[in-house]
């Protein structure tokens, strides 16, 4: 992992995660929430595109390997800060 950190994932029921959104909602003006309703509502469609729609090619994007991006975004998020000792070749 890039910054170091063990995030296990959790399976919730929806009724579970809208639950802790609802939550979330209540306490997002004091604390950052882990989950919020909006994002429990996001979570429930799917966000790939189908197959037959047009593509990076078509408009004129040349895609780069998220290995490749990633260390230059986290960083800052690895223990001890973006201070900490960078691995070798990270960037």
Not at 33 to 61: C, F, H, I, R, Y
């Amino acid at each position: 992992m890039e910054t170091g950190r063990n995030r296990p994932l959790i399976p919730l029921p929806w009724q579970v995660a809208s639950l802790i959104g609802s939550l979330g909602d209540l306490v997002a003006g004091v604390i950052p929430p882990p989950l919020t309703s909006d994002q429990v509502q996001m979570l429930k469609s799917d966000n790939v595109a189908e197959q037959g729609l047009p593509g990076l090619a078509e408009a004129g994007v040349t895609p780069t390997a998220v290995e490749a991006i990633v260390p230059s975004y986290l960083y800052r998020y690895r223990k001890g800060g973006q201070y900490a000792e960078t691995p070798a070749g990270a960037f």
